[in-house]
Nanobody, 120 residues
């Protein structure tokens, strides 16, 4: 059974920063990423990183403010979120897939989600 273990999240003021982590066994074989779902809205893609970390992809709404990275030795992926906005309050989900082409649309593995709240 493949398990994604998320950590981080919490409450931050607008303009602040948060750091999300996701750990996965057999990490090196998977592309990974983050999606988010705000109240009353559909889940949306935020960022993704390829198996070797050589390719990253970001939603236009987060470019320049979010940075995705991975440490294969620690089987951990990080999403550094800066200059956060109140409208980015959402549940953030870690996702993984062996196929990079699915990462920004329909990855096959999901974490439980972690709440991020940005106060104005």
């Amino acid at each position: 059974q493949v398990l994604l273990a998320e950590s981080g999240g919490g409450l931050v003021q607008a303009g602040g920063s948060l750091r999300l982590s996701c750990k996965l066994d057999s990490f090196i074989n998977f592309a990974m990423g983050w999606f988010r779902q705000a109240p009353g809205k559909e889940r949306e893609f935020a960022a993704a990183i390829s198996c070797d970390g050589g390719i990253t992809s970001y939603a236009d709404s987060v470019k320049g403010r979010f940075t995705i990275s991975r440490d294969n030795a620690k089987s951990t992926m990080i999403l550094q979120m800066d200059s956060l906005k109140p409208e980015e309050t959402a549940i953030y989900y870690c996702a993984a897939d062996r196929n990079w082409m699915r990462m920004n649309t329909t990855p096959t593995m999901w974490g439980q989600g972690t709440q991020v709240t940005v106060s104005s």
